[in-house]
């Protein structure tokens, strides 16, 4: 039992190009969350998917699209990315009782 | 809309001194409160939570109230550890448990010597 896994660990992009952060869960959890933290905001919802099938902005999805493949997985793109996008982004699930996290991906962009 | 304010940090302790972070939250109604942990290199972790006021939520020496008179949501301990050695979330949420999404507030770096 895996918990929530992230892909990659670690990611330098430059300016302009794209990439899929990836996010696999095994509790069998209905929703599934992206958020990204950066120094002295907390984290910030940028995506959420309430059920497999749908998704749903949060508070910061400018630049960002998603895609709930199936229920297990969730993951995050970044069409062009931009240095306003270097972050630490956290995914999540969950079911009745907590939400429970990833270790993170950081994501550097030159 | 919503939102969670922590006390600012960081925070330095002596292993065994008492542990104070304050939290307060605007929202309209009565949210469920939570406070997370992330130790160094990982993830949230919930420490504790509680759905409605009055309630106490409490884990690993870790307690907190939830007063709506105040709209505050403080965490204690009455003897921190150097494991203790963390970052602390506050966050609410609708819905009476974690499943939803979660306003953060910033967080504070708590740090504890031996």
């Known amino acids: 039992n895996a918990g929530v896994t992230q892909t990659p660990k670690f990611q330098v992009l430059k300016t302009g190009q794209s990439m899929t952060l990836q996010c696999a869960q095994d509790m069998n959890h209905n929703s599934m969350y992206w958020y990204r933290q950066d120094p002295g905001m907390g984290l910030r919802l940028i995506y959420y998917?309430?059920?497999?099938?749908?998704?749903d902005k949060g508070e910061v999805p400018n630049g960002y699209n998603v895609s709930r493949l199936n229920k297990r997985e969730f993951s995050l793109r970044l069409e062009s990315a931009a240095p306003s996008q270097t972050s630490v982004y956290f995914c999540?699930?969950?079911?009745?009782?907590?939400?429970?996290f990833g270790p993170g991906t950081r994501l550097t962009v030159t | 809309g919503d939102s969670v304010t922590q006390m600012e940090g960081p925070v330095t302790l002596s292993e065994e001194a008492f542990l104070t972070i304050n939290c307060t939250y605007t929202?309209?109604?009565?949210?469920?409160l939570f406070w997370y942990v992330q130790y160094p290199g990982e993830g949230l972790q919930l420490l504790l939570k509680?759905?409605?006021?009055?309630d106490k939520g409490s884990n690993k020496g870790f307690e907190a109230t939830y007063r709506k008179e105040t709209t505050s949501f403080h965490l204690e301990k009455g003897s921190v550890q150097v494991s203790d050695s963390a970052v602390y979330f506050c966050?609410?949420?609708?819905?009476?448990?974690?499943?939803?999404?979660?306003?953060f507030g910033q967080g504070t770096i708590l740090t504890v010597h031996p």
């Open positions: 509680a759905t409605k006021a009055d």
């Open positions: 999540a699930s969950s079911g009745l009782s907590e939400q429970y």
């Open positions: 966050a609410l949420s609708w819905g009476g448990t974690s499943y939803g999404k979660l306003t």
């Open positions: 998917s309430a059920s497999e099938g749908t998704t």
């Open positions: 929202a309209t109604g009565y949210p469920s």
